[in-house]
């Protein structure tokens, strides 16, 4: 019987890693989370960049980190499964779990090929995308992650325990990204 046990040092790896990327995303990433129920006004980088002169056009959406693209009620439709709302951009239902972290795209560039590297060592499968200025899809038997990056902004979508395989979950994935607005 296949086990998807890590070792210890592995495992001690994969979490340093892990939260590494975090810990640098956090740090990359715009103060985007305020209040306002994720709507981020561009409009005080329009007048900025219109008051010296720039282009009002020029960087303003690359460093706005996108709000969850997603309802509960989507997220179900998607994986043809109930899922609850658990906060964060975190869907689930006691099993299966969906969450989407959104960032800058200048942020997502900057942990990209990092992000990709670690996705070949954990994942059975890894494809790049043809959609957004970069992306990759990494699935195996139990989880799954894809990262999207696009003029929006950067999606990195993890899923776990949806019972479907590889192929279930390549699919899973696949639908989900194509739900992301464009």
């Known amino acids: 019987m296949a086990s998807d046990a890590l070792t210890p040092a592995r495992t001690i790896r994969t ?3 892990r939260l ?3 810990l640098l995303l956090a740090l990359l990433a715009p103060a985007g989370c305020d209040s306002g129920g994720g709507i981020v006004d561009a409009g005080s980088a329009d007048t900025a960049a219109g008051e010296d002169g720039g282009d009002p056009d020029a960087g303003a959406v690359d460093d706005v980190r996108p709000p969850c693209p997603f309802t509960a009620a989507q997220v179900s439709e998607l994986v043809d499964r109930k899922l609850r709302d658990e906060g964060n951009c975190s869907f689930g239902d006691g099993i299966a ?3 989407v972290t959104t960032a800058s795209a200048t942020a997502g560039k900057a942990t990209y090929d990092y992000q990709h590297d670690q996705a070949g060592q954990q994942y059975e ?5 043809d959609r957004g ?4 899809l990494a699935v195996k038997d139990v989880r799954g992650e894809a990262v999207l990056i696009d003029g929006k902004g ?3 979508v993890a899923i776990s325990s949806f019972g479907g395989g590889t192929a279930g979950n390549e699919q899973i994935l696949r639908r989900t990204l194509d739900a992301i607005p464009a």
């Open 15 to 17: 979490r340093r890693a």
């Open 20 to 22: 590494a990327l975090l």
């Open 97 to 99: 779990q969906l969450a």
């Open 125 to 129: 499968k890894v494809v790049d995308l």
């Open 133 to 136: 200025e970069q992306g990759y």
């Open 154 to 156: 950067t999606y990195t």
